[in-house]
């Protein structure tokens, strides 16, 4: 039995590729897409002022007040607003980090490059943003070694809300850079020197051609992962706030799931959006 079923999938490639997949393709479509269901259908319900309890007559009320409310609509605002200065930010850092250790390291030193990137993916979460709410404090490193120079800490705000967001991503935005720049050759680079082209000129009208899908993939990590953040708001952001804190909030404290749900609606349209936008530069396969 066991010979026929190997044959019979030796003979049909794509069945068998389709019954390997079968398995987690049916888990991710359980977990995320029964659950964004569930979110879209959770968000037309409502919330009873007497009892508290969710009530599942179909309702448009919580969309409007989502779409029409000026807190929600500063705090989308703000959120997106972070979420694309991080990405910039982690791009312009990572770009010369990922050339070096592509292009320029020998083969021992870019496997050290490779590890120092992904030894912060090892800490905890918590560490690092509770780490970044003592450097930036008023009692903080930072303000130690700013105060000789007549400097100060930024203390806590949507300053130390970037920088903290900055730090945490940016060993997703290098690796896709550094994949991308690794299958750049560079027979092409030393081609573009021999014809006359300066550094600045080949990495303009070169490199940055090549690479574009990856350096878009690693914004799709820093911008989708900021949208979506709650916790370093809440830990360095002071008295601000992102879409995030009003979802945890509401699931929480305010008990209105409903609402939660189509506020949670925002940034997943953001991100659909976007990744709509990007889909055409092959950025996708390089994630």
């Not at 409310?69 to 997106?80: A, D, F, K, M, P």
């Not at 916790?231 to 945890?248: E, F, K, R, S």
């Amino acid at each position: 039995m066991a010979r026929r079923g190997s044959a019979f999938f030796s003979a049909h490639p794509r069945l068998r590729l389709g019954f390997l997949i079968s398995a987690p393709l049916l888990w991710l479509g359980i977990v995320y897409v029964v659950a964004l269901a569930a979110l879209l259908v959770t968000a037309f319900w409502s919330v009873d002022s007497f009892t508290g309890e969710i009530s599942q007559t179909w309702t448009f009320d919580n969309i409007v007040t989502v779409l029409t409310g000026s807190l929600y609509q500063t705090v989308t605002v703000r959120t997106v607003g972070v979420a694309l200065l991080v990405t910039v930010i982690d791009v312009l850092i990572a770009l010369p980090i990922a050339f070096f250790m592509a292009k320029v390291a020998g083969s021992r030193m870019q496997r050290v490059l490779v590890i120092a990137v992904l030894m912060p993916l090892w800490a905890s979460y918590l560490v690092k943003a509770y780490a970044w709410r003592s450097v930036l404090s008023q009692d903080g490193i930072l303000q130690w070694l700013l105060t000789p120079f007549g400097g100060s800490t930024p203390g806590y705000g949507l300053t130390a809300t970037v920088i903290t967001l900055s730090y945490l991503w940016l060993p997703y935005v290098i690796l896709p850079i550094y994949a991308g720049l690794e299958r750049v050759p560079d027979a092409l680079l030393e081609a573009s020197g021999d014809l006359g082209g300066k550094t600045w000129t080949t990495l303009r009208l070169v490199t940055l051609p090549l690479i574009w899908p990856a350096i878009i993939a690693g914004s799709i990590f820093s911008f989708s992962l900021s949208l979506g953040d709650y916790l370093t708001v809440n830990i360095v952001g002071g008295a601000n706030q992102m879409l995030g804190n009003l979802v945890y909030t509401n699931v929480g404290a305010a008990n209105n799931l409903p609402l939660a749900a189509a506020i949670a609606l925002i940034p997943i349209a953001i991100i659909f959006g976007y990744l709509a936008l990007v889909r055409r530069t092959g950025a996708l396969d390089n994630l």
